[in-house]
């Protein structure tokens, strides 16, 4: 027994014994939460049961709360969020027991592991997944998931622009890759200055940007379309080695569902005529 209770106080992993009712009292916790988050934690914890609570991220409270009302489903995993002494938020994940007395849950003992090191390769991979490597702005993915969205489960008045970068061929033949990447960047930075909570702007292909527009109205889309030539007009203005010419087509609808691809199909239409419209006039 006491070899036992000398791996459990030498565990990396925090143990804990915690009594319910008839009041929150600890009846052990191990070490290690001292290691990990915060030094004396086991004995301010011992005079105050609360200060699990005190610690939580606000987000992740309503969790401690159904854990210690025996209100969560205790065969899976609790990943939340915990505070240090330095005021960073640490993820943990717990397994959780717990014991019953005449049907109800009077204490719950379980171990919980420090996951920062996962959590963190996971939000990279997702990170990875779902952003342009050269500009890290949203790539087609994102922006096609978010189209699913609106075409199938959320109805809102929205606003598609299309952006095509014109000339990136000829800056590549003419100058190399590493210009025709320092254009696609210098333009993927003027859209994402654009980016608002109702506004997002993705690289949906080699010269291609789409940026979807929620809960506006026509005019707001056409205002937008404006605001972005406005920018560039500025950018080339400042002289240099190189000029951005954009095409861009717009499209509105006051109801997503079931719209998004004809939408789409109209904004990317209007680009091209646009673009069309630009080699008519350099052409005279």
């Given at each position: 027994?006491?070899?036992?209770?000398?791996?459990?106080?030498?565990?990396?992993?925090?143990?804990?014994?915690?009594?319910?009712?008839?009041?929150?009292?600890?009846?052990?916790?191990?070490?290690?939460?001292?290691?990990?988050?915060?030094?004396?934690?086991?004995?301010?914890?011992?005079?105050?049961?609360?200060?699990?609570?005190?610690?939580?991220?606000?987000?992740?409270?309503?969790?401690?709360?159904?854990?210690?009302?025996?209100?969560?489903?205790?065969?899976?995993?609790?990943?939340?969020?915990?505070?240090?002494?330095?005021?960073?938020?640490?993820?943990?994940?717990?397994?959780?027991?717990?014991?019953?007395?005449?049907?109800?849950?009077?204490?719950?003992?379980?171990?919980?592991?420090?996951?920062?090191?996962?959590?963190?390769?996971?939000?990279?991979?997702?990170?990875?997944?779902?952003?342009?490597?050269?500009?890290g702005m949203?790539?087609?993915?994102?922006?096609?998931?978010?189209?699913?969205?609106?075409?199938?489960?959320?109805?809102?008045?929205?606003?598609?622009?299309?952006?095509?970068?014109?000339?990136?061929?000829?800056?590549?033949?003419k100058y190399?890759?590493?210009?025709?990447?320092?254009?696609?960047?210098?333009?993927?930075n003027i859209?994402?200055?654009?980016?608002?909570?109702?506004?997002?702007?993705?690289?949906?292909?080699?010269?291609?940007?789409?940026?979807?527009?929620?809960?506006?109205?026509?005019?707001?889309?056409?205002?937008?379309?404006?605001?972005?030539?406005?920018?560039?007009?500025?950018?080339?203005?400042?002289?240099?080695?190189?000029?951005?010419?954009?095409?861009?087509?717009?499209?509105?609808?006051?109801?997503?569902?079931?719209?998004?691809?004809?939408?789409?199909?109209?904004?990317?239409?209007?680009?091209?005529?646009?673009?069309?419209?630009?080699?008519?006039?350099?052409?005279?």
């Amino acid at each position: 027994m006491r070899e036992v209770f000398k791996l459990v106080e030498n565990s990396k992993d925090i143990v804990y014994y915690y009594e319910t009712k008839p009041t929150f009292k600890y009846r052990y916790l191990s070490p290690a939460i001292e290691k990990i988050l915060s030094p004396n934690l086991v004995e301010e914890s011992m005079k105050n049961p609360y200060t699990a609570f005190e610690l939580i991220h606000p987000d992740d409270y309503h969790v401690l709360r159904k854990k210690v009302a025996g209100e969560l489903d205790y065969s899976k995993p609790i990943v939340v969020r915990w505070r240090n002494d330095e005021g960073r938020y640490m993820w943990f994940e717990e397994y959780t027991t717990p014991i019953y007395e005449n049907g109800e849950v009077v204490a719950i003992h379980g171990i919980i592991r420090n996951i920062d090191d996962k959590v963190s390769l996971q939000q990279q991979l997702e990170y990875k997944a779902l952003h342009d490597r050269l500009t890290g702005m949203y790539n087609r993915e994102y922006f096609e998931s978010l189209m699913d969205k609106y075409d199938k489960h959320e109805n809102v008045p929205i606003g598609i622009v299309v952006c095509d970068l014109d000339g990136l061929k000829l800056v590549n033949d003419k100058y190399g890759h590493k210009d025709g990447d320092k254009l696609i960047r210098e333009t993927s930075n003027i859209l994402q200055n654009f980016t608002r909570k109702n506004i997002t702007v993705a690289r949906i292909g080699g010269d291609e940007f789409a940026i979807l527009l929620v809960n506006v109205d026509p005019s707001d889309t056409e205002l937008f379309m404006t605001k972005i030539q406005n920018e560039v007009d500025l950018f080339n203005a400042k002289g240099t080695s190189f000029e951005i010419k954009l095409s861009i087509g717009i499209a509105y609808s006051c109801s997503s569902l079931g719209e998004m691809e004809a939408l789409f199909v109209k904004a990317d239409t209007a680009m091209y005529e646009d673009k069309h419209k630009k080699r008519l006039v350099g052409a005279k």
